[in-house]
């Protein structure tokens, strides 16, 4: 013969309270006012107005070294890309990043640190190159974010009025740019 559990058991009234205890919590957080972003007043519908040239490109690590790798020059390629003068721009995570890959990636390195590039200082410390990319673009929406990682491509697809560039076969193309800016379809 099975014993059934007396309703004032310490189990039973402890799933009661956590139940009773998730109710209350979505109740409160439906009443609460919700935090809406505010519109970025540079945004024409999805056009940034910030946009322009000389554009600033904000590079990634895997972008330098798939450009080694397609034997591009940086530089020359996004100016032939854009059709207008560009300036490469380095995070401080992303130079941390291809100094942290060792002797490996010593040509992207140095690279990197060719006066051309202009070097971003940024106040995260430590955090992840793609983290700091995001953070960036999201924050200045004045650069074009230059990648081939598909999952940063993504999260660069979610802010609007920011374009995202990256290599097709030997050449870049800039996706979610204006056609009159010359972008390649």
């Given at each position: 013969?099975?014993?059934?559990?007396?309703?004032?058991?310490?189990?039973?009234?402890?799933?009661?309270?956590?139940?009773?205890?998730?109710?209350?919590?979505?109740?409160?957080?439906?009443?609460?006012?919700?935090?809406?972003?505010?519109?970025?007043?540079?945004?024409?519908?999805?056009?940034?107005?910030?946009?322009?040239?000389?554009?600033?490109?904000?590079?990634?690590?895997?972008?330098?070294?798939?450009?080694?790798?397609?034997?591009?020059?940086?530089?020359?390629?996004?100016?032939?890309?854009?059709?207008?003068?560009?300036?490469?721009?380095?995070?401080?995570?992303?130079?941390?990043?291809?100094?942290?890959?060792?002797?490996?990636?010593?040509?992207?390195?140095?690279?990197?640190?060719?006066?051309?590039?202009?070097?971003?200082?940024?106040?995260?410390?430590?955090?992840?190159?793609?983290?700091?990319?995001?953070?960036?673009?999201?924050?200045?929406?004045?650069?074009?974010?230059?990648t081939c990682d598909k999952e940063l491509r993504g999260r660069i697809r979610k802010i609007p009025g920011v374009p995202c560039m990256f290599i097709s076969g030997y050449r870049y193309t800039?996706?979610?740019?204006?056609?009159?800016f010359g972008a390649p379809r």
């Open positions: 013969m099975k014993k059934m559990i007396s309703p004032k058991d310490a189990r039973v009234t402890s799933v009661a309270e956590k139940q009773k205890q998730k109710e209350e919590e979505e109740r409160i957080k439906k009443e609460e006012p919700r935090q809406v972003e505010q519109a970025v007043s540079a945004l024409f519908f999805q056009y940034n107005t910030q946009l322009g040239p000389p554009y600033h490109v904000l590079v990634d690590t895997n972008f330098i070294n798939f450009s080694i790798r397609k034997k591009l020059e940086i530089v020359r390629s996004m100016m032939d890309c854009l059709l207008a003068k560009c300036i490469p721009c380095i995070t401080d995570c992303v130079m941390g990043e291809l100094e942290r890959l060792g002797s490996k990636y010593k040509i992207a390195l140095k690279l990197a640190k060719d006066p051309r590039f202009e070097r971003i200082p940024c106040n995260c410390k430590g955090v992840y190159a793609d983290d700091c990319i995001t953070q960036m673009a999201k924050q200045w929406r004045c650069f074009i974010v230059a800039v996706e979610r740019m204006p056609e009159a």
